[in-house]
C-alpha cells in the first residue's frame, strides 16, 4: 500500500491529473484503504502548500492541484462512508458580511483540507450570528474570516467583537485576505492574520499544534 | 444614476484635483434592472446603497463551449452566454423586450453621463482622465466567461482552444476600446487587468498565455493613436522587463503594489507611471503618514516628471476624507518644479 500512498502524492504535486485519477480507480478495485489513499493526496497537497511558500508553485498549480483533489476526493468519497475520519481539528471559516468574494477563501479551504483539517464553509456575505453558531455547534478552535475589500474592515470587527461578546473568548480567530497587514489585524482584533493560502496552514498549525 | 453624478459633482466642488475618471459607481443601472442581470450586485439594489458593487464570478461559458465560441462569438453570447446571466431570459418573449428595455436603459445612463461630463468640464474645468475601456484577451476569458478556476484548468487541459479564442478577441478587444471610446485618441483607454499579477500564474503561462494576445491588444490601438492606461492591479514586478518592450508611450503604467522603484528604473523615461499610495493607508492611516509617502514618491518617482499621483487601487468608501486631502495638498505643494 505505501507505494500506493508514494504514487498518488507524486503525481498530484506534478498535477498529473489522468494518472492522479487512473491510481485512485486501481487502488478501489484492489480494495485498498481509502484513507491511505486521503493520506496520499493529502502528503500531496502539502508539498503543493510548500513549493507555492517557495515560490515554485504559483496560484495557477494550487488551483489546478485543487480540482484533481475534488475528482479524487469524489470517487473516494463514498468508501469513506462508516470510517471514522481523523482531522486535526475542526475550522469555521467564511467571508465576512458586505463581501462576496470567495476564489481566496477557497484556496484556502483547499490547503486546509489537504493537511487534514476539517473546514466548515459558510460562503460569503457572512453575518456575525452565523460564525458564532456554527463556531459553537463544531466546537471550532479557529475561526477564519476572508475578505477582499478594504471597506469591509468594518463588519469584520464588529463579527471578532460579537464573537467574543458571546463569551467564545478561546477561539482564536484569522483574518485573511491580499491586502491585510498588522495594522488591520490590530484594528479588528484579529489573533493573527494572512495574506497568502499558504499562510493560512501555518497559523492553522500553530494553533491546533500540528 | 443622478446620485451618482452628484456624487461626482460633490467631489469635484470639494476637493482640488486635476482631472476626473468619471461617476464615482457603476453606470449601467438601467441594462442591469432590465435583464435581471446576475452577474453583477449594485449599491442600491442587491447591495446597501452606499457600497460598491461587487462582481459575482463564475463559469458563465464552460469548458465545452469553446468550438461554438470561436466559430461566431457573437451568435454564442447571444444564444448561450447571456441566458444563463439574465434572469429575464428564461422566458424567451421576455428575453426580447428586457433586451429592447436594456438597450434603452443604456442609452439614457450613457446620455446622462455624457451630459455631466460636458458639465464637469464647463462648470469646474475638469476634463475627464480617460476615454473607454477594455481588456487583456486572457481577462476577458478569465473574469467574465469561464472564471478563475475554469481558465486556469483551461491552459493544462485544453491549451490549444484557450490560445485560439484569445486570437478571437483580439480585434473585439480594439475595437471595444475605441468604440467605447467614442473614437477619442486624446485621452488614454482605462484598461483594468487582473490575472497578470503576480503570483497567478507561472512565469511560462505568463509568456505564452497572457502576455502575447495583451501586447498585441496595446499595440493595436497605438496604431490608432489610442493609449492605454495599464492599470496593473496586483504586483507586476517580475513583468516589468516584457513590458518594457511596448512602444514608447503607448501605456501610462499604474502602480497599485508593483515595486515602484523597479518599475522607474524599467519604465521611468519611456512610460508615464502612476499610482502607488496605499489604499490601507488612505483607509487607516494618518494624514502624517499619507504625507509622507506622497513626497518619498515625488522625491522618488516624479524628479523628472511623468508621474500622476494616484492611489494604488480603486478608492472605496472606507477612505478618510482627511488623507485623501492629505494626497492632494502634499501633491500641490511639494509636487512642483
Known sequence: MANHIEELKNAIVELEADKVISSVKAGLEEEANPMDMVEGLQAGMVEIGNRFAKGEYFLSELIMSGEIMKNAMALIEPKLAGLEQEYKGNIVIGTVKGDIHDLGKNIVIMLLKGSGYNVIDLGVDVPAEKFIEAVKEHEAPLLAMSVLLTGCQDPMKDTIKAVRDAGLNDVKVLIGGNYIDEKVKEYCGADYFGTTADEGVKVANQVFGA | ?337
Open chain 2, 1 to 337: 444614476m443622478d446620485i451618482n453624478i452628484a456624487c461626482s459633482n460633490k467631489f469635484l466642488e470639494d476637493f482640488d484635483v486635476d482631472t476626473v475618471v468619471g461617476p464615482t459607481s457603476l453606470w449601467m443601472g438601467g441594462i442591469h434592472d432590465a435583464t435581471g442581470a446576475r452577474y453583477i450586485k449594485f449599491a442600491g439594489r442587491e447591495l446597501e446603497p452606499d457600497k460598491q458593487f461587487q462582481f459575482q464570478e463564475a463559469d458563465y461559458m464552460k469548458a465545452d463551449d469553446y468550438d461554438d465560441f470561436i466559430e461566431n462569438p457573437t451568435k454564442w453570447i447571444l444564444t448561450t452566454y447571456l441566458p444563463r446571466q439574465h434572469k429575464e431570459f428564461e422566458d424567451p418573449y421576455r428575453a426580447h423586450l428586457s433586451l429592447i428595455k436594456g438597450a434603452a436603459g443604456m442609452a439614457m445612463n450613457q446620455g446622462m453621463l455624457e451630459e455631466a461630463g460636458k458639465r464637469w468640464a464647463k462648470e469646474y474645468g475638469f476634463p475627464m482622465s480617460q476615454t473607454g475601456m477594455t481588456k487583456a484577451p486572457f481577462d476577458t476569458m478569465g473574469d467574465t466567461l469561464r472564471g478563475l478556476t475554469g481558465i486556469m484548468m483551461d491552459m493544462h487541459m485544453q491549451p490549444d482552444k484557450l490560445l485560439a479564442a484569445m486570437d478571437v478577441l483580439v480585434d473585439h478587444n480594439i475595437y471595444y476600446g475605441m468604440a467605447t471610446a467614442g473614437g477619442d485618441t486624446t485621452l488614454p483607454l482605462f484598461m483594468p487587468l487582473h490575472r497578470g499579477s503576480y503570483p497567478f500564474l507561472n512565469p511560462e503561462q505568463w509568456d505564452k498565455f497572457y502576455w502575447p494576445t495583451l501586447k498585441k491588444v496595446i499595440e493595436g490601438l497605438w496604431e490608432k493613436g489610442k493609449r492605454t492606461l495599464f492599470y496593473a492591479e496586483g504586483n507586476w514586478t517580475p513583468y516589468l522587463e516584457k513590458i518594457a518592450e511596448l512602444p514608447d508611450k503607448s501605456i501610462v503604467f499604474h502602480v497599485d503594489t508593483t515595486d515602484m522603484k523597479k518599475a522607474k528604473e524599467i519604465l521611468g523615461g519611456r512610460f508615464c507611471i502612476s499610482g502607488n499610495v496605499p489604499n490601507t493607508m488612505l483607509a487607516y492611516g494618518t494624514p502624517e503618514e499619507v504625507r509622507d509617502y506622497c513626497k518619498k514618491l515625488i522625491d522618488e518617482v516624479a524628479g523628472d516628471g511623468g508621474f500622476l499621483m494616484d492611489a494604488a487601487g480603486v478608492v472605496q468608501w472606507d477612505a478618510k476624507e482627511e488623507n485623501i486631502r492629505a494626497m492632494i495638498e502634499t501633491t500641490r505643494e511639494y509636487g512642483v518644479y
